[in-house]
């Protein structure tokens, strides 16, 4: 049957399709979305692991008893995972082990733009690249049979623009394989130095296979053109862009498997053409294997390996006019992301600012508290790296830094990588204050449960984890929990445990606002005749607040009543209809 299917949606399908059994992952856009449409797949067990690491490794256990496995992450996520991923490049696999790893050029959604690319290469393991929905099902498929024929973990390379568009696949049904047994071998999983160095000869003979295999392989596949001037080799979204911009005009070698890329298949491609031109995102990574092979390639001579590419772009730097763009005559005002109305971060970062403190960020909503006009956090660098790098801030700028320095992290980002910071400032005893802001869920990934909400994956009741037990486990004697809506409440507890001569956590409680089991009191009025225009309300950023004839005015359509912004207001302009308001 052929349907429309999102990129994300397709890989899901694929896994049905090819009978895979255990689904383990961390959310992280723009692969969010292959484990929960995994998920409802009754055939598929699919959870949510506390991060990247975990879930691979639980892949990995799952895939030695003979079930195909998957897991699922965004580029910065294998960073996470990298450490099993080089391992069991030697150990190889029993049933089918595939990961897919999302890429994010143009940073959309992500800290860094890096290119996923090198990892394959780097842990000497297979990646295929889909460019289309179609494709992304297809090849997950395909990366079962690679897994299993080629005994090896199988890397699947999405992006932002495969992921999260549309196209037509054709749907087949699940086919289970034949299950296969778990046996002892020691000399192929105990990756101790004795067995380990007999097992790095197998992997490169498999690269090697795996190379032969690339040069017949039909996911390489060469478009003829009818204009030789010049070739272009391209892989994945721009492959699309290729064929948008100039149609069958030029003959275009598309890559399907990404590493390792076929050889004698390039030079005589490069060698029926005038001029070879490598068409890729971020790094010149398909031109540098062209180099190394010793052909003379443009590439990155043409394309920033900045930021995604476009048809138009694609059509410009070779030399092509493209058609002209619909230009909106009036300047559209800039819409800079914020917190969402009702948002329970945004008033400890008002609070953090109020009191001039440093404050060390993390991945989350609450990155948001950085931009104006909060303008609270000082850095923000990776899953954890906040709890972690107040231990060092603190250590090396000794008391004066204790008392005016706190790190933010979210209760999943906690659970992901901030614990084990949190133990090193215990174990190493650095005068440390943490909050973490707990809303309830893992929120800018869309609403995905945690270890630390009681929900799993598929909504069901589960072990919820104390953060308060958690802190006092891990040697934190002081642990406060504060309603970020008391705005007076929670600066007063901020500056009793900075003013505390030993590590304290705060923990901020209180349900995102855009969680359906909310219930919220309702919209709040301004009243004009109290308004003086001071605008105290104004700083701290709620989009459902303005100015009006220099009088505050509230949105009713998303004000949900939080009442922080009447915790500002000297006047008593603000407050419930009750009070006289007149919004309406």
């Known amino acids: 049957m052929k349907t429309l299917m999102l990129g994300n949606e397709a890989v899901a399908r694929g896994l049905y399709e090819a009978g895979c059994c ?3 992952s961390y959310p992280g856009t723009p692969s969010t979305e292959i484990t929960e449409c995994a998920a409802k797949y009754e055939e598929l067990y699919a959870e949510w692991a506390p991060n990247e690491k975990v879930a691979l490794e639980a892949a990995f256990g799952a895939s030695l008893t003979g079930k195909r496995s998957f897991c699922a992450m965004k580029h910065v996520g294998l960073n996470v995972a990298a450490d099993p991923l080089f391992t069991i490049s030697y150990t190889g ?11 994010d050029a143009g940073m959309h959604s992500s800290q860094n733009e890096q290119d996923s690319r090198h990892y394959a290469r780097a842990a000497k393991l297979p990646m295929l690249e889909p460019a289309d929905s179609a494709e992304a099902l297809a090849f997950v498929k395909l990366a079962y049979e690679l897994s299993e024929k080629y005994d090896t973990t199988v890397l699947i ?5 495969v992921s999260h568009s549309q196209s037509v696949v054709e749907t087949d049904e699940r086919m289970l394989p034949e299950q296969k047994k778990y046996e002892k071998n ?3 999983y105990i990756m101790m130095p004795a067995y380990a160095k007999k097992r790095h000869p197998e992997v490169e003979a498999r690269t090697k296979a795996l190379t032969d295999w690339a040069e017949t392989a039909p996911v390489n596949r060469i478009e003829e053109g009818s204009d030789r001037s010049f070739g272009i080799l391209t892989s994945s979204t721009c492959y699309q862009y290729v064929k948008e911009a100039f149609g069958d005009t030029y003959p275009v070698f598309k890559l399907g498997m990404i590493w390792p890329m076929p050889e004698q298949k390039i030079k005589d491609f490069a060698a029926g053409v005038d001029k070879l031109i490598v068409v890729e995102e971020l790094d010149g990574f398909i031109e540098t294997h062209c180099k190394n092979l010793g052909l003379s390639v443009s590439g990155k001579d043409l394309f920033s390996n900045i930021g995604e590419l476009s048809q138009n772009t694609v059509k410009e730097k070779l030399g092509k006019k493209a058609p002209a763009g619909v230009t909106i005559k009036e300047d559209i005002p800039a819409r800079p992301p914020v917190m969402c109305a009702g948002c329970p971060h945004r008033s400890i970062f008002y609070v953090l600012k109020k009191l001039n403190l440093t404050v060390l960020g993390d991945i989350g909503c609450y990155t948001l508290g950085a931009v104006p006009p909060l303008s609270a956090i000082d850095t923000t660098v990776c899953m954890g790296a906040s709890v972690s790098g107040l231990h060092g801030f603190v250590k090396a700028g000794g008391e004066e830094t204790a008392g005016k320095t706190v790190a933010v992290i979210g209760d999943s980002t906690f659970i992901h990588s901030g614990v084990t910071g949190l133990i090193n400032i215990a174990y190493n005893e650095s005068n440390s204050t943490v909050i973490i802001l707990d809303n ?9 449960q945690n270890p630390t909400t009681g929900y799993n994956l598929k909504g069901d009741p589960c072990t919820k984890i104390d953060l308060e037990s958690l802190c006092h486990a891990v040697g934190i004697k002081r642990v406060r929990v504060v309603d970020p809506y008391d705005m007076e409440t929670c600066q007063s507890v901020i500056k009793e445990e900075l003013a505390a001569k030993e590590p304290s956590v705060i923990i901020s409680r209180r349900p995102c606002a855009l969680l359906k089991y909310v219930k919220h009191p309702g919209p ?4 004009p005749e109290k308004c003086k225009g001071c605008k105290a309300c104004m700083s701290i950023g709620c989009p459902a607040i303005s100015m009006a004839d220099g009088k505050a005015k509230i949105d009713a359509t998303l004000c949900v009543g939080c009442g922080v912004c009447e915790q500002l207001c000297k006047f008593d302009a603000l407050g419930a209809v009750n009070k006289g308001g007149t919004d309406k």
Request: hydrophobic residues 40%; glycine residues 8%; proline residues 3%.
């Open 22 to 24: 255990f689904v383990s």
């Open 93 to 103: 696999v029993n049933a089918g082990l595939v990961i897919c790893v999302a890429d």
């Open 157 to 161: 390379k999405m992006c932002t623009r």
């Open 186 to 188: 020691p000399a192929k």
């Open 440 to 448: 309830s869920i893992t929120g800018m990934t869309g609403h995905q």
């Open 524 to 527: 709040i009025c301004s009243d």
